[in-house]
């Protein structure tokens, strides 16, 4: 039977790759949103070979009317699994005492509010699946046992983000939903740089296969890419 995968932030890295992984399995279509669709150059290549199975959607996760816009597209869709991988790393090597707010605003609104505005929204498509699973990708960088300085926004953005779809977990438990969130890896995208330890294709091969496996005996749990359990 076929089903359908939604993933955010698709245009680049992790995400791209995540539409890569699943369409190379024919049971599933794609719908791959991302902030700027006409920009979408390697999305819309990937369209054409497609066979019809990857549809392209604007979505900006900070934007309400953007996340309105998107859910009444979606209105009679059923969506399997939804990923959650739209982020951005904005204080890279900013310090304490050189705090920038408005950029910790921002992170906050990306990571943290933007995975659970899109779940909102997108509640009624998931209710149609069975067992759908909605998937964050977060980061060891939120991880409260990881002794760490620097990067507080983003490291406080990914942390709540876990505590927040931890939440969602226990609030689902009686539905037949899960939620997990995964740390993807240190992965060689613009966000990782060139130096990270695993390409984009491992770490979207790894999560593809740790989301298949998946049962509603992992729900509420932190995964890394390779489907082990990651600390909190
Ligand atoms: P990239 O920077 O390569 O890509 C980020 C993606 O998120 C882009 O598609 C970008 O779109 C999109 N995005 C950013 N802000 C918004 C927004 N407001 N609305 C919609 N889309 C948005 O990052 P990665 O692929 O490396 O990261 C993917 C996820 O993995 C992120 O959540 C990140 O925090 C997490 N992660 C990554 C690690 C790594 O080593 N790479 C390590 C740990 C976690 P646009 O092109 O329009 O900017």
């Not at 091969?205 to 990651?230: C, M, P, V, Y």
Request: glycine share 6%; net charge neutral; hydrophobic share 40%.
């Amino acid at each position: 039977m076929t089903k359908t995968v939604l993933i955010t932030g698709a245009n680049r890295g992790i995400g791209l790759e995540l539409v890569k992984r699943y369409l190379q399995e024919a049971d599933w279509q794609v719908i791959a949103t991302c902030r700027q669709p006409e920009n979408a150059v390697e999305l819309k290549q990937l369209v054409a070979s497609s066979s019809n199975r990857l549809k392209i959607l604007p979505l900006e996760v900070t934007d309400s009317a953007s996340v309105l816009r998107l859910s009444n597209e979606l209105k009679d869709a059923t969506i399997d699994v939804l990923i959650n991988n739209a982020g951005i790393y904005n204080d890279k090597g900013q310090k304490f005492g050189a705090i920038n707010f408005d950029n910790w605003a921002e992170a906050f609104n990306v990571n943290t509010l933007g995975p659970m505005r899109v779940t909102e929204a997108l509640f009624d498509t998931l209710k149609r699946a069975k067992l759908a699973k909605i998937i964050t990708i977060s980061s060891q960088m939120g991880a409260l046992g990881r002794k760490a300085t620097g990067s507080f926004a983003y490291r406080s953005s990914k942390a709540a983000v876990n505590k927040a779809m931890q939440t969602l977990a226990y609030e689902l438990e009686q539905e037949d939903m899960m939620v997990a969130l995964f740390h993807p890896g240190w992965v060689q995208t613009d966000m990782g740089g060139s130096e990270a330890e695993i390409t984009p294709e491992e770490s979207a091969a790894g999560i593809f296969n740790t989301i298949d496996q998946l049962s509603k005996a992992d729900n509420g749990k932190f995964f890394k890419w390779n489907g082990e359990i990651h600390p909190w």
